[in-house]
């Protein structure tokens, strides 16, 4: 085959506001909200809270969009957040965040999730013990190979699984509210001695929200991105927090708070009590659904960051090529697959896959977000790309809010897994891994043949 990759080819703004959109929105409604639900509920004392904190996760996630939104407008490039921090740092933090992201963030992200997708899989088409790692392998096999064949393909494919998985959490909205109000038991006031919530249910919610910072890797094939990269940031999270506050009334309207303590799967009950055991076989479609669309919208601005890499980088050299006939960096999308597979390989032997890539991504996502968030202070300093780009509204509140928030999210997260003895071994997976990026770093050199 024709080798259409050249390291002077370069990303084209082809994807509309709508597509950005469907990008943000398939990324951040994932499985998650299928999951979390039920855990928020045992660490909250009444409904008022448990509304109010999914209510707080949706502005904490706009707050970071508007910071995401002066970053991505006055620096558009397909390298996002790893060219935020290249221009505020340096090449050697650009370089960790570059490595962390390929190894850990995003790959473990990608594994993650299609074993949420293995799963329900498996209960469809059992494919006998380590069934659920096969399921999980094809879907990245698959969706590597969609993006490989070309953004237009992909983008297409996101469009129609995002607009389908809006339509079925509409559909389990509507079941739910199908109940009769009266029929649970309601929990309207907070119990005496009961804490109005704990920190663990803000760490379920703000992982529930996350991923949206993945607009930042659009920025450069995005048509006009100084007002299209905002546009489709506020009105992605709009959608998604308006969905989790209709998705999450329809759990406590059919289940109670109460009733939703006491579920593992809180949206498979809610469909048994309205549509039967045939419910269940809906809502494993609908789950299936919400993977598949986290996974390809994730391997399509992972290897992004591959890309950029490569293109500064000797060492990685062979992933900083674009490949002009498929619109997208085919050997850091390759180079990305192969990582994620090794991690559903490695993760297949714990009891847990899920649990375990969770843990395994969690401290040095909230560490690079928390330099992203301080890299805005650095960067209006500096005299950006686009002159004409947007300005988040209150600063420096709204940055300093942002920051504070991935402090405690950093800092949650390294006492969640330390207190965690099974996933404690993924976190220090990750922590290792992500130091492991050190040597790597002091052998690399940049790359002069640009």
């Known amino acids: 085959m024709a080798d259409h990759g050249t390291a002077a080819a370069q990303p084209r703004p082809t994807l509309s506001t709508a597509d950005a959109v469907a990008m943000i929105v398939g990324i951040v409604i994932g499985a998650g909200i299928f999951k979390a639900p039920s855990i928020v509920a045992g660490n909250v004392g009444s409904e008022t809270m448990f509304f109010l904190l999914w209510l707080a996760g949706g502005a904490i996630s706009l707050v970071g969009a508007l ?48 074993f949420v997708f293995g799963d329900y899989a498996s209960v469809l088409l059992p494919l006998g013990q380590g069934g659920s790692a096969i399921h999980a392998g094809l879907l990245v096999i698959v969706l590597t190979a ?101 998705l999450n009334y329809a ?75 498929a619109a997208s960096p085919v050997n850091a999308l390759l180079v990305q697959g192969i990582i994620s597979l090794v991690l559903v390989a490695l993760a297949s032997f714990t009891p847990d896959g899920f649990q375990t890539m969770a843990a395994y991504t969690a401290p040095a996502f909230w560490l690079f977000f928390l330099l992203i968030g301080v890299s805005l202070f650095i960067l209006r300093r500096q005299t950006p790309v686009n002159n004409d780009a947007f300005r988040v509204p209150l600063y420096p509140l709204t940055p300093v809010l942002f920051c504070a928030t991935s402090a405690y999210m950093l800092h949650a997260s390294f006492d969640y897994a330390a207190s965690f003895d099974p996933g404690s071994a993924g976190a220090l997976l990750g922590i290792g891994v992500l130091l492991a990026g050190v040597p790597v770093l002091f052998a690399a050199r940049p790359n002069t043949g640009r």
């Open 146 to 246: 969609l993006n490989v064949a070309g953004t237009r393909q992909s983008k297409w494919v996101q469009n129609l699984l995002t607009t389908a998985l809006a339509l079925g959490i509409l559909l389990v909205v509507v079941a739910g509210l199908l109940i009769a109000p009266g029929a649970p038991e309601r929990v309207a006031t907070q119990a005496a001695g009961t804490p109005m919530f704990s920190g663990l249910a803000m760490i379920l919610i703000l992982l529930t929200y996350g991923g949206w910072n993945e607009a930042a890797y659009l920025t450069a094939e995005v048509r006009d991105a100084r007002r299209n990269i905002v546009r489709a940031l506020l009105i992605g999270i709009v959608i998604i927090t308006v969905l989790y506050l209709l």
């Open 67 to 114: 910071c995401y939104a002066e970053l991505g407008s006055a620096y558009p490039n397909a390298g996002g957040e790893y060219y935020f921090l290249n221009r505020a740092y340096g090449r050697a933090v650009a370089f960790l965040f570059a490595w962390t992201r390929m190894t850990v963030v995003q790959t473990g992200a990608i594994a993650g999730i299609a």
């Open 251 to 325: 759990y406590l309207n059919a289940l109670g708070l109460a009733g939703m303590r006491e579920s593992k799967v809180v949206a498979a009950d809610l469909m048994k009590v309205t549509l039967g055991e045939s419910g269940a076989v809906v809502l494993s479609f609908l789950v299936m659904a919400a993977a598949t669309s986290t996974v390809n919208a994730t391997v399509f601005t992972g290897a992004r960051t591959n890309y950029a890499v490569g293109r500064d980088f000797a060492v990685f050299r062979y992933l900083g090529r674009w490949d002009e006939r």
